[in-house]
């Protein structure tokens, strides 16, 4: 049988607006996992590089153990294992507010968090040991040093693997639909439950992704280019 094009199904009836709501909850949980990732990322990969052994195994091991585990398990791990654990009023209002929402976003927040944890601690070794010893020879203790001096350093250099491992968040944020999540993906899987048009569905959600990640894309190497150093960021072409 020959397949019947349909494009009308993603704007009749309530498809429009299960596209519009899925993609409004996927930009949420992306944004939230995101600032934890980076907040994550921040802290453990500068805690790997500092001279103290204790901390750099503390955050080795986390970095390892997450960077290792696979984002479905650690998934379901916080949506099945974690809210028996949790004190019953806060149980409660978990499954009041969208557990499985919570659950998603943190999971993506710890587990992107360890990928990002590399990408600044590659950012911090790619700086000059001389200026740590200039901040160290000022009279700036290690945290001032990293705080001032290595830190705003190293986040102009690891813009180009950032904006990667930031698409990629995003990009993994659709497997929270294994846990009910009503983000993009889950939405294109309901249009085509409902409407038997996958193509059309599939379609629409696969070039929303693409909108998507060119668009931060774009905005990420304009932001590469205007805080690029020179004689340690040289662009190509």
Known sequence: MKYQFNWSVLW????GGWLLQGLL??????????????????????LRTVPFRLLRALA?????FFRNVPLLVWMFFWYFGVPPLLPEGMRNWLLDHGAEFWAAMFALGVYHGARFSEVIRSGIQAIPRTQFEA?????????????LVI???????IVPPGTSESLNLLKNSSVALTISVAELTFQTRQ???????????????TLIYLALCLSIATIMSRVERKFAI???????G
């Open 12 to 15: 009749s009836g309530q498809t």
């Open 25 to 46: 909850v996927t930009l949420e949980i992306s944004v939230l996992a995101w600032v934890l990732a980076v907040a994550l990322g921040l802290l453990s990969g500068a």
């Open 60 to 64: 080795t091991c986390y970095v390892e």
């Open 135 to 147: 901040a160290q020879a000022m009279g700036f203790s290690t945290w001032q040093a990293y705080r």
């Open 151 to 157: 830190l705003p350093v190293a986040l102009r250099l």
């Open 191 to 205: 249009i085509e439950t409902y409407t038997a048009k996958a193509i059309e569905a599939l379609t629409a959600g």
């Open 230 to 236: 020179p004689g340690l960021i040289v662009r190509v």
